[in-house]
């Protein structure tokens, strides 16, 4: 009976130390739990990075709980905020200007692409009527609502010798939309971005490209907005959203073949498409001189045209302290 005893007390050691673990490792999740920052994202459908930080679990090892809300452009995504549909989003300047000249929000970090590279991937498709910049006179050119789309408008024309008032600008909520109204001929002139969606322009009739943006004298900057209340609330969470964002980017960079199958997975983006716009398109999470040169370039013009009433002081909308936290070597811009 007494071997019995102590054979059983030997066997019953191990399993009170697993409940025990068990019991600890529960309370370390709930507190990891507890600590996680939950953030409903604003995204597109053409943009890898968030869904490879999702996918890859490089959201959860920084304790962000992220969830990806889409959209049809970037500007819808930033529009977003302001009925908190999304707490964090991205876009070019202008969405983020207009974003943070109307309210409690702050630019949180560049994401990079003011290149010439970057501005290749921007085409004008026009009618076949239209073979020369001054054969827009009249005509109706298609833009996205809330994108810097009219500011590019505004630049191209002006370069080219034509004014804004002689053509006629139509706002479209979609790229989708505005490749129907320049197929159906309801508008004669378009900017679209994207391997997939210009794509569709290969023997389409009656359509051809004019130019691209690399041919003119804008460059899209982007960066990532989000609400000053999230941002006081939580510095440390929006830091580590920050670097696993760019831990994201980083790993595209190195994985472009994964990306395009992941991609295709989530969206049914074309893996060829992803594979053509992937070098053009790499994010790179900081914030440099030019970054907000950009921005204040922007803001200029948005004032002087009336989209933004009331102007601001640019630096006061820029809170950079969780990505020198995060990212303390890219971020080179000095006030």
Excluded at 231 to 260: C, M, Q
Aim: hydrophobic letters at 45%; one cysteine or more.
């Amino acid at each position: 009976m007494k071997k019995t005893f102590i054979g059983s007390s030997l066997l019953l050691l191990p399993l009170s130390i697993v409940i025990l673990l068990s019991g600890c490792n529960s309370k370390e999740n709930s507190a990891a739990a507890a600590d996680s920052l939950k953030i409903k994202i604003a995204d597109i459908n053409t943009n890898p990075t968030f869904r490879v930080a999702l996918d890859k679990g490089i959201f959860a090892k920084h304790g962000i709980d992220a969830e990806l809300v889409n959209f049809g452009t970037p500007a819808e995504g930033v529009n977003a905020l302001f009925i908190k549909q999304v707490d964090v989003a991205y876009g070019a300047d202008f969405p983020l200007l207009n974003a943070v000249a109307k309210g409690d929000y702050s630019i949180i970090a560049s994401a990079g692409l003011a290149t010439d590279e970057a501005a290749t991937e921007w085409k004008l498709f026009v009618s076949d009527d239209i073979q020369k910049p001054g054969d827009l006179l009249g005509k109706k050119l298609s833009f996205m609502r809330g994108t810097f789309l009219p500011y590019l408008w505004d630049e191209y024309l002006k370069e080219n010798n034509v004014a804004l008032k002689d053509v006629e600008l139509i706002g479209q909520g979609a790229f989708d939309e505005a490749f129907i109204a320049l197929k159906q001929g309801d508008v004669d002139a378009a900017w679209f971005s994207g391997s997939a969606l210009v794509d569709k322009f290969e023997g389409l009739k009656g359509v051809h490209e004019l130019t691209d943006m690399s041919k003119t004298t804008v460059r899209l900057g982007m960066g990532i907005v989000t609400g000053n209340e999230l941002l006081k609330n939580n510095p440390e969470g929006i830091k580590n959203f920050l670097a696993a964002v760019d831990e994201a980017a980083t790993y595209i960079t190195s994985h472009k073949e994964e990306v395009a199958n992941l991609m295709y997975k989530e969206v049914k983006q074309p893996k060829e498409a992803t594979l053509k716009d992937l070098p053009n398109n790499l994010w790179e999470v900081g914030f440099t001189q030019a970054a907000f040169d950009s921005l204040a370039n922007q803001k200029k013009y948005m004032v002087s045209a009336g989209i933004i009433e009331k102007d601001f002081d640019l630096v006061a909308k820029l809170n950079l302290d969780p990505l020198k936290k995060a990212l303390p070597e890219k971020v080179t811009y000095k006030k």
